[in-house]
């Protein structure tokens, strides 16, 4: 038996409205609480649409429709329709979200923004950037962020620090096996980063046969072991079109006997000594275009 901690990136004004609110129901049917990271400032989806230029950026959009997963409203944002403010046009979905007893965390102000510059900002952007997602949170939802889980898992030494200076005990800011401490210029941190450890969706469908509609099947290949496990989904996704399949799967994960919870939960039944401390790393995932945050732990 392995715990598996469901944690939901929340990118988008559709994702926040629809997507969240359909991936709570079915959680609610199954018994599970899961960890929702807003995005919480404006919608610029369609900057994103630059990245066409980045090596395997085409190849992965070929594989899963964005269009149709994300709407062609959405691609729109930032390019011919103006960026609506996440944060204040969809307050009410995120509050009920808490209200149903799910952990509610930070995921980015400007989704776009974090993700295409963070890696090469400067400590004074990056606390900026932080900052007003973090302020918004505490409008949204009357209290502060537990955790922060970073857009894209891109991330930078400042951001760990602000982390830290937050009092955040655990987040999950990249992608890996193993929960460590983060190392910045030879000094532990405090907070713990648990990566994502399983490959999303998205990098699954398209590659070694694994369609959309087999891809729970995929994943529950990978989770016959009593290994713990990070799952990173996504509201526009399997709280949209996908839905039926993320359904599949954690009825699936249930009969392989895991339990099923939030990152809190997950960081609750760390072993209190053993874990790593590490620095930033950078590399590749298969199914995903870029460079990610590693653990290098």
Same mark, same amino acid.
């Given at each position: 038996m392995a715990r598996i901690a469901l944690? %939901?990136?929340?990118?988008?004004?559709? !994702?926040?409205?629809? !997507?969240?609110?359909?991936?709570?129901?079915?959680?609610?049917? $199954?018994? %599970?609480? #899961?960890?929702?990271?807003f995005s919480l400032g404006p919608d610029h989806t369609g900057w994103a649409l630059k990245r066409v230029f980045r090596p395997g950026f085409l190849t992965k959009v070929s594989r899963t429709s964005v269009v149709r997963h994300y709407g062609l409203r959405t691609l729109m944002y930032g390019v011919l329709l103006p960026a609506p403010d996440i944060g204040r046009r969809?307050?009410?979905? *995120?509050?009920?979200?808490? #209200? #149903?007893? $799910?952990?509610?965390?930070?995921?980015?102000?400007?989704?776009?923004?974090? $993700?295409?510059? %963070?890696? $090469?900002?400067?400590?004074?952007?990056t606390r900026r950037q932080m900052g007003l997602a973090y302020d918004r949170f505490g409008e949204v939802f009357g209290r502060a962020p537990s955790t922060h889980g970073a857009a894209g898992w891109q991330i930078n030494d400042a951001a760990w620090r602000q982390i830290d200076d937050w009092g *955040?005990?655990?987040?999950?800011? !990249?992608?890996?096996?193993?929960?460590?401490?983060?190392? %910045?210029? !030879?000094?532990?941190?405090r907070h713990v980063q648990m990566p994502t450890s399983l490959p999303t969706f998205d990098e699954l469908i398209g590659l070694d046969g694994v369609e959309e509609q087999t891809v729970d099947r995929a994943l529950l290949a990978r989770t016959e072991s009593d290994q713990d496990q990070v799952f990173t989904l996504h509201a526009e996704?399997?709280?949209?079109?996908?839905?039926?399949v993320f359904d599949r799967l954690l009825a699936g994960w249930k009969a392989q006997g895991h339990v099923l919870g939030t990152m809190r939960d997950h960081h609750d039944a760390l072993p209190a000594i053993g874990t790593a401390a590490a620095p930033l790393h950078w590399g590749t995932v298969p199914g995903r275009s870029g460079e990610l945050a590693l653990s290098a732990a």
């Open positions: 944690k %939901v990136d929340v990118d988008t004004l559709r !994702g926040t409205v629809e !997507g969240v609110p359909r991936l709570m129901e079915i959680l609610r049917r $199954h018994r %599970v609480s #899961a960890t929702f990271l969809a307050a009410e979905p *995120m509050r009920a979200c808490a #209200a #149903a007893g $799910h952990e509610c965390g930070l995921h980015a102000w400007d989704h776009v923004l974090w $993700h295409d510059q %963070v890696r $090469h900002r400067d400590e004074a952007w *955040m005990a655990y987040a999950s800011d !990249g992608r890996g096996r193993e929960a460590f401490h983060p190392m %910045v210029n !030879g000094q532990r941190l996704l399997e709280g949209g079109e996908l839905a039926p």
